[in-house]
C-alpha cells in the first residue's frame, strides 16, 4: 500500500543510560554517582518521536538488537504513534546504548556505543516510500555510506531532505548538493566549514551563508541559549531566539536539539514557513529542557501551541 504524507526518518536507536553527577569529570578522572536512570533515545528515536508529538506520522527505519533494551525501545515508540516496521532486529549486535552524564548545571557528556544500529542499510526504506510528498529526515549516527546512499535516493524521487549534521562527520561534498535543509549547531557548523576550507571566522551568520551557498540548501545554526540562525541558498537569513525561560526551572538540555530537529522537519512537511518552523521548534526545544530524558520530554503540539505567543517574532538579516 502507498503512503502518502509522511516523515521518513532514518536513524539511531539507543538505550541510554542518564547518569547524574554534581560536576562532569576531566580527563584521567573518577567521579561518583547515587544515581542512573534508563531511557529510551538515539537521534533517530528522539527526532522521529518529536515529529509524531507535532501530529506527523513518522515512520522510523533503523535496527535494533534482540535483546530486551531494542524490544522496549520499539513498543515506546509504537505506543507514541511512530510506525516502527521499518525496524530490524539485528541476529549479531546488541541494541545500542548512550551514556549521557549530566551535572547539575545541565551540561552533560555523552558517549554512544553504536550497536546494531551500524546494520541498518539503505536498503531497508522501500522505493514505495520515496515519493515527493513525504519528507527525509536523518541525523550521522547510521554509517556515512548508507545515510549519503538514501539521501541521493530521496533526492532523485523529489523528496524535501533533512540533514542534522550530528556528531559533525563528515560527507561528501556532493552530497550536501542533495540536501534542502542542514541543521547544525555552531560547534557542528565550525567543524564542517574548516574541513570544506571555508574562511568564516566563527561567525554564526557567516558559517551558515558560506555552507548554504556551497550546499545550495538551507542552513540553519541552533546557538543554544542564544535561539537558531538560518541562511537560504539565495541569501535569506532569520534569526530567531529562544522562548523565554525561567533558568530555574531548568533541568535537562539533552534533548533540545532533536525536539527542534524533529518538529522543525514535521513543521515543514507541514507547510509551514522557514520562520514559522524555526519558531516552533525553538518552543519545542525549549519545552523539552523544563523535564528530566529525550523521548518522554518531548512536547506535543498543543503543549508548543500554548506557549508560541511567548515567542519573539522570527528577524529578517541582512546577509
Not at 549516527?141 to 540533514?163: S, W
Not at 567543524?191 to 551558515?208: C, D, S, V, Y
Not at 516552533?280 to 503543549?303: I, R
Request: with cysteine; net charge negative; charged share 20%.
Amino acid at each position: 500500500m502507498l503512503l502518502l504524507g509522511m516523515i521518513i526518518v532514518f536513524g539511531s536507536l539507543n538505550m541510554d543510560f542518564m547518569i547524574s553527577l554534581d560536576r562532569l569529570p576531566v580527563a584521567g578522572e573518577t567521579v561518583l554517582s547515587s544515581d542512573y536512570q534508563l531511557m529510551s533515545g538515539g537521534k533517530g528515536g528522539n527526532q522521529a518521536l518529536a515529529a509524531a508529538r507535532f501530529g506527523s506520522k513518522v515512520a522510523l527505519i533503523g535496527r535494533v538488537g534482540t535483546d530486551n533494551y531494542g524490544k522496549t525501545l520499539r513498543e515506546s515508540l509504537k505506543s507514541n504513534g511512530v510506525m516502527v516496521s521499518g525496524v530490524a532486529y539485528s541476529d549479531t549486535l546488541p541494541t545500542g546504548c548512550a551514556m549521557v552524564a549530566k551535572e547539575k548545571s545541565g551540561e552533560n557528556q555523552i558517549i554512544v556505543m553504536s550497536g546494531a544500529n551500524i546494520e541498518t542499510t539503505h536498503e531497508q526504506v522501500p522505493d514505495e516510500i520515496l515519493i515527493k510528498q513525504n519528507v527525509l529526515l536523518m541525523q550521522m549516527e547510521l554509517p556515512v555510506d548508507q545515510t549519503v546512499t538514501l539521501l541521493t535516493r530521496a533526492k532523485a524521487q523529489g523528496l524535501t531532505t533533512i540533514l542534522n549534521l550530528a556528531p559533525a562527520i563528515m560527507i561528501p561534498g556532493k552530497a550536501l548538493g542533495h540536501l534542502d535543509y542542514l541543521i547544525v549547531n555552531s560547534i557542528e557548523a565550525q567543524q564542517i566549514a574548516e574541513k570544506l576550507n571555508l574562511p568564516t571566522g566563527n561567525n554564526a551568520i557567516k558559517l551558515a551563508q558560506a555552507l548554504a551557498i556551497k550546499g545550495q540548501m538551507t542552513v540553519i545554526v541552533t546557538l543554544g541559549m542564544k535561539g537558531s540562525v538560518a541562511v537560504t541558498k539565495n541569501g535569506e537569513g532569520w534569526t530567531v531566539p529562544i522562548m523565554p525561560l525561567d533558568q530555574s526551572e531548568v533541568v535537562d538540555i539533552t534533548g533540545a536539539g532533536d525536539a527542534y530537529c524533529g518538529t522543525f522537519a514535521a513543521a515543514i512537511h507541514e507547510g509551514k514557513t522557514l520562520p514559522e518552523a524555526m519558531r516552533l521548534a525553538s518552543v519545542a526545544g525549549s519545552l523539552t529542557c523544563l523535564k528530566e530524558g529525550t523521548q518522554n520530554a518531548m512536547p506535543y503540539l498543543d503543549d508548543i501551541l500554548s506557549r508560541l505567543d511567548e515567542m519573539p517574532p522570527a528577524e529578517k538579516l541582512d546577509v
